[in-house]
């Protein structure tokens, strides 16, 4: 007979609660850019995404008789398009569930849902990884003039130099992270420099201010297992996208559900990210069947070099590669 050990509502709880936990760098980017209910009828799965337009103040001469001078707004999208499915899936044989399982929760659904963050975590970090950087929007750690070699870098000046690189840019102030690898991490722990908090604010899920091990120069600084090691990334949270949608619940299921994390103190972080858990029974093989998954597209936000015009090159100018040198 079908697995009813649990209501859908308590799994569903269950899992927004361990995504919460789990979820670190899907904190530090954009993604409640996209509505999921946007990917519906959308040709390719794709949505582009509006950017608004920047504007230029003018200038006249008082009592000089100049003419005003009209501008026209140029706004831009940036593509996301639904690509990856990531789930995990759990077969629980009646054995499995009659004789070996004591704890839903912590056996069954924990791992499959810590599966999953870890597969959308590592869909947006190989985004961040694999972004084309301008030339003047990299910062070497090991150039001489911050230190001699990368175990004694100044990470304080690096990061101020890439804190100066986003103002040039006129990135704005506010959200903007350090994503860094272990290395880098361990590196910046041994700084006098690192300004240590506790949290980044009441509204920040609980994820994100576990992970933060502080600021520097202005930066929040998350460390992370999916990027490379020696890897660091000074961007604003404008930078990248990553939308997700849940996969509707099927109706020939037993039961399933879908949520949304957004709301609940995470707008701004983890607004849009959505997740879906069903539950079947396989009688062929008397087996229940438990699937946990998302769906997830990510982007790069890419701004004109020159704002007012429609056919200007666009160019990745809201973050920072910070390299270890040549």
Do not use: C
């Amino acid at each position: 007979m079908p697995n009813t050990f649990l209501k859908a509502t308590q799994i569903a709880q269950m899992t927004v609660g361990l995504l919460y936990r789990d979820l670190t760098v899907a904190g530090t980017v954009w993604t409640d850019a996209v509505n999921p209910g946007e990917f519906t009828g959308a040709f390719n799965d794709t949505v582009t995404m509006r950017v608004p337009a920047r504007r230029t103040a003018r200038t006249r001469t008082l009592r000089a008789g100049t003419a005003i001078v009209n501008d026209t707004s140029t706004e831009f999208g940036v593509d996301v398009k639904l690509d990856t499915d990531v789930y995990n899936g759990a077969p629980i044989t009646d054995e499995d569930l009659s004789l070996s399982i004591t704890d839903f929760g912590a056996q069954i659904l924990q791992p499959q849902t810590r599966a999953v963050a870890e597969g959308l975590e590592d869909k947006i970090a190989d985004t961040i990884e694999g972004a084309t950087y301008q030339a003047g929007m990299t910062v070497d750690a090991d150039n001489a003039e911050f230190d001699d070699d990368l175990n004694n870098t100044d990470w304080y000046k690096v990061f101020t130099r890439s804190r100066k690189l986003l103002n040039q840019k006129n990135v704005p102030p506010t959200q903007r992270f350090a994503l860094v690898g272990t290395d880098v991490e361990e590196q910046i722990l041994n700084s006098d420099r690192l300004v240590r908090f506790d949290n980044i604010g009441e509204e920040a899920p609980q994820a994100l201010r576990n992970s933060v091990i502080g600021t520097l120069a202005g930066f929040v600084i998350v460390p992370s297992n999916s990027i490379d090691p020696g890897g660091a990334y000074a961007y604003h949270r404008t930078a990248f996208v990553m939308a997700t949608r849940a996969p509707l619940v099927p109706r020939g299921v037993a039961f399933g559900t879908t949520q949304n994390l957004g709301g609940g103190g995470s707008t701004g972080y983890f607004n849009g990210v959505s997740a879906r858990w069903i539950m079947d029974y396989d009688y062929t093989n008397t087996t229940d069947r438990s699937l946990v998954n998302s769906w997830v597209g990510t982007a790069v936000v890419k701004d004109p070099v020159t704002p007012s015009d429609p056919a200007s090159t666009f160019v990745l100018n809201r973050a920072v590669k910070i390299t270890n040198g040549s």
